[in-house]
Every structure is written in C-alpha cells, then in structure tokens.
T-cell receptor, first 115, second 115 residues
Framework: NAGVTQTPKFQVLKTGQSMTLQCAQD?????MYWYRQDPGMGLRLIYY???????DKGEVPNGYNVSRLNKREFSLRLESAAPSQTSVYFC??????????????FGPGTRLTVT | QKEVEQNSGPLSVPEGAIASLNCTYS??????FFWYRQYSGKSPELIMS????GDKEDGRFTAQLNKASQYVSLLIRDSQPSDSATYLC???????????????FGKGTKLSVIP
C-alpha cells in the first residue's frame, strides 16, 4: 500500500514549456487535490476533484489544468510555465466513505523550478 | 474569507518540556480540525484529528478544541528533538456544499526542540 505517489520528484522547466505532474492513490479514496506550497504563503489549493468525473477550481487555479483520469489518478498540467509557478506541488487524497472524517493524505511532492 | 491563523514561530522549547501550539479559525461553522507535521523538505503528515469539543490524546500528543472560542491547540508532552518541524493547523467546514471537500490551512508554526 503505497498511499499517494507523485511523479516526477524534481523538474526544471524553461519559461513557456509545458509539463504534466502525475498523482496516483491506492487507498480507494474518492476526492483528490492539488496544492502548491510557497515560503510564507502556506499550502494553497489549486484544483480538486470531489469524485471521479468532477473537477473544481481552488484558490489559485490560473495557469493550471487538471484531469481526473480515473478514481486512482489525478494529473496537473502546466500549459505554458512561468517563473511564478516555481513551487513545491503536493497531491492529496481523501475518502468520503468515513464521514465525519475529512482527513487528507499527502504525496511526497514535486519540486518545480521554472527558469 | 475563511481564515486559519497560527503564530509562525519559531517556538523553542527544551527537550522534555511541553510544547503548546495554537490555532484560531474564522468560520464558526467549521466541524473538523487537523494537525499536520511537516519536516523540512517533506510533505505534510497527519498526526491528529479532532471533531468534538474537549481533549483528544494520542501518545505524547493532545489536541484540544473549543468551538465557542474558535480555537484549537496541540500539546506535545516530553518534547524530543525529533519533534522539531513545522506544524500545520487545518480546518474543514463540513456540511454538504463545495467547502465540505476542502481544508483551509494555517501557515504553520515552526517548532524547535533544544537538546
């Protein structure tokens, strides 16, 4: 049981390049999330998927797109990377089957640098 | 705007002492409360969840919730150098709306346990 996995662990992009961050969970969780974490800003929600087939914007969605490929996988795409997107990106998942438990479990993160 | 406030620290305590971490939240309808520990360069790790007023103990950790005062705290007894990390408070509003799927995070309190 690997929990939440993310690939890649590190990435360097040039301004204008595109890339997709991958996330998968093996806990049969319904909801999945993408956050970014910047010094002094805390964790900020980019997009989330409440359940398979749905996605919604979070606090900072501009410049990103997401795909909930199936129940296990949730990807984050940067179409044209900008230096402001340099950050650490975390994927998380949460089960809806154990309310009122709304615990989220995080993946190991992707450190992205855009030059 | 939902807000979660924490003192940024650093909070320094000697080894063996009690570390007390505090968090206030703005949304009176909040129902679920979480403490995450984040070591430098790592992802947030869930250490405590609390849903009802009062205390919840798990090993050396005690979470305290006072919904009337909109206040949640984390006590770490017999603090160890390995407890040195940033502690994130997170709050979920619950219910059935879009907010029920989201956690709002504080910016974290950095704890340093001095040997």
């Amino acid at each position: 049981n690997a929990g939440v996995t993310q690939t890649p662990k590190f990435q360097v992009l040039k301004t204008g390049q595109s890339m997709t961050l991958q996330c998968a969970q093996d806990m049969n969780h319904n909801s999945m999330y993408w956050y970014r974490q910047d010094p002094g800003m805390g964790l900020r929600l980019i997009y989330y998927s409440a359940s398979e087939g749905t996605t919604d914007k979070g606090e900072v969605p501009n410049g990103y797109n997401v795909s909930r490929l199936n129940k296990r996988e949730f990807s984050l795409r940067l179409e044209s990377a900008a230096p402001s997107q340099t950050s650490v990106y975390f994927c998380a998942s949460r089960s809806l089957n154990y309310a009122p438990s709304y615990e989220q479990y995080f993946g190991p993160g992707t450190r992205l640098t855009v030059t | 705007q939902k807000e979660v406030e924490q003192n940024s620290g650093p909070l320094s305590v000697p080894e063996g002492a009690i570390a007390s971490l505090n968090c206030t939240y703005s949304d009176r309808g909040s129902q679920s409360f979480f403490w995450y520990r984040q070591y430098s360069g790592k992802s947030p790790e869930l250490i405590m969840s609390i849903y009802s007023n009062g205390d919840k103990e798990d090993g050396r950790f005690t979470a305290q919730l006072n919904k009337a005062s909109q206040y949640v705290s984390l006590l770490i007894r017999d603090s160890q150098p390995s407890d040195s990390a940033t502690y994130l408070c997170a709050v979920n509003m619950g219910g059935t709306g879009a907010g029920s799927y989201q956690l709002t995070f504080g910016k974290g309190t950095k704890l340093s346990v001095i040997p």
